[in-house]
C-alpha cells in the first residue's frame, strides 16, 4: 500500500458526461501527479500540483482540467467525455515539487469506462 | 527532448532462472532513472531508481539495475525468478523539471 488513496475505483459514464476523480496523496506529500493509462498510448503523464500550484503539463487535452486543494487533495475533472477517454486514470504523489530525482508513489487508480 | 526505448515487450522465464529486462534512454541532461512494476489491476510500485549515485542500484525483491552512460542503457536484472514476479514493468526517464517520461513497458512471465 503505497498511502495514496484514489476514488472511485471504477466508473462507467456516456459520451457527452462529465466526471470527477479524487486523489489523497500520502502524508506530508505535496505533489500530486495525474496519469492516464491506454492500451493504445501506455503511460502519459497528464499535469503535476505543487502546494496547489500548478508545476508541470503533459499531454493533457483542454477538455481535462485538475486542481489542487488546500488540504492538498487532488481532483481530475474529465467533460465531454470521448470513447477514447476510456483508460485507467492514476495519481501519483512525491514530497517536493519535483527536481528529477523525487520518487512518486502512486495510487491503486481509478478505471474510466466510456460507453 | 527525452524518451526511453523498452526493447522487449514481452519476456518469458522459467521459475529460478535469470531475468533481464532491457531499457535504453535518451536525455539532454543528466537523467534519474527508475523502474517500477505493475501488478495486475493494481497501481504502479517502485522498484528502484538511480540519481547519478552509485552505477550499480539495489532495489526491492532482489532485483538491480546497472546505468551504463555509454551505452544510455538502465537495465533491470535478477538473478532468480520467482512466480510473484509475474507483471508489467516499466523503466522510466526524468530529467530536472520531473518530466517523466514511462517505456510502453514490458510484460514478464514466469513459468513454473
Known amino acids: 500500500d503505497s498511502g495514496v488513496t484514489q476514488t472511485p475505483k471504477h466508473l462507467i459514464t456516456a459520451t457527452g458526461q462529465r466526471v470527477t476523480l479524487r486523489c489523497s496523496p500520502r502524508?506530508?506529500?505535496?505533489?500530486v501527479y495525474w496519469y492516464q493509462q491506454s492500451l493504445d498510448q501506455g503511460l502519459q503523464f497528464l499535469i503535476q500540483?505543487?502546494?496547489?500550484?500548478?508545476?508541470a503539463k503533459g499531454n493533457i487535452l483542454e477538455r481535462f482540467s485538475a486542481q489542487q486543494f488546500p488540504d492538498l487533495h487532488s481532483e481530475l475533472n474529465l467533460s465531454s467525455l470521448e470513447l477514447g477517454d476510456s483508460a485507467l486514470y492514476f495519481c501519483?504523489?512525491?514530497?517536493?515539487?519535483?527536481?528529477?530525482?523525487?520518487?512518486?508513489?502512486f495510487g491503486p487508480g481509478t478505471r474510466l469506462t466510456v460507453l | 527532448a527525452q524518451s526511453v526505448t523498452q526493447l522487449d515487450s514481452h519476456v518469458s522465464v522459467s521459475e529460478g532462472t535469470p531475468v533481464l529486462l532491457r531499457c535504453n534512454y535518451s536525455?539532454?541532461?543528466?537523467?534519474?532513472l527508475f523502474w517500477y512494476v505493475q501488478h495486475p489491476n493494481k497501481g504502479l510500485q517502485l522498484l528502484l531508481k538511480?540519481?547519478?549515485?552509485?552505477?550499480l542500484v539495489k532495489g526491492i525483491n532482489g532485483f538491480e539495475a546497472e546505468f551504463k552512460k555509454s551505452e544510455t542503457s538502465f537495465h533491470l536484472t535478477k538473478p532468480s525468478a520467482h512466480m510473484s514476479d509475474a507483471a508489467e514493468y516499466f523503466c522510466?526517464?526524468?530529467?530536472?523539471?520531473?518530466?517523466?517520461?514511462f517505456g510502453a513497458g514490458t510484460r514478464l512471465t514466469v513459468k513454473p
Open positions: 502524508s506530508g506529500d505535496l505533489s
Open positions: 501519483a504523489s512525491s514530497v517536493a515539487p519535483g527536481q528529477g530525482w523525487d520518487t512518486q508513489y
Open positions: 500540483y505543487y502546494n496547489g500550484e500548478e508545476r
Open positions: 536525455s539532454s541532461y543528466s537523467p534519474s
Open positions: 522510466v526517464v526524468s530529467d530536472f523539471k520531473n518530466d517523466m517520461r
Open positions: 538511480y540519481t547519478s549515485a552509485a552505477t
